[in-house]
């Protein structure tokens, strides 16, 4: 059974960080390509990162501020978010593709593109 379950998220403060996880079971996360998506009340479902192998792509807004690395052990996923803004605020997610790679916009945050998908997790920066 193909799993996505995630933690972490909370409330955080501007200027704040927090770490989210995506714990993967039914595939190793050699077999996949892991995103990391958000969605804002009232707005589109966006991409915000991918990494497969060497390759990170990012959504220019969360460029130099999030970061993703893998726990290959553990079989999970993180997404570092770092120097957290109002904007960030929003349910994030995780995504697995069991094809394509983490180039070219257009289709590395094609959400469409993605398999399996976490629950979601809420995050909300506020002072």
């Known amino acids: 059974q193909v799993q996505l379950v995630q933690s972490g998220g909370g409330l955080v403060q501007p200027g704040g960080s927090l770490r989210l996880s995506c714990v993967v079971s039914?595939?190793?996360?050699?077999?996949?390509?892991i995103g990391w998506f958000r969605q804002a009340p009232g707005k589109e479902r966006e991409g915000i990162l991918c990494?497969?192998?060497?390759?990170?792509s990012f959504l220019d807004s969360v460029m130099g501020r999030f970061t993703a690395s893998r726990d290959n052990a553990k079989n999970t996923m993180y997404l570092q978010m770092d120097t957290l803004k109002p904007e960030d605020t929003a349910v994030y997610y995780c995504?697995?593709?069991?094809?394509?790679?983490?180039?070219?916009?257009?289709?590395?945050?094609?959400?469409?593109?993605?398999?399996?998908w976490g629950q979601g997790t809420q995050v909300t920066v506020s002072s």
């Open positions: 039914g595939f190793t996360l050699d077999d996949v390509t």
């Open positions: 990494k497969k192998d060497s390759t990170t």
């Open positions: 995504a697995a593709k069991l094809a394509g790679s983490c180039s070219g916009y257009g289709i590395w945050n094609n959400k469409a593109r993605y398999d399996y």
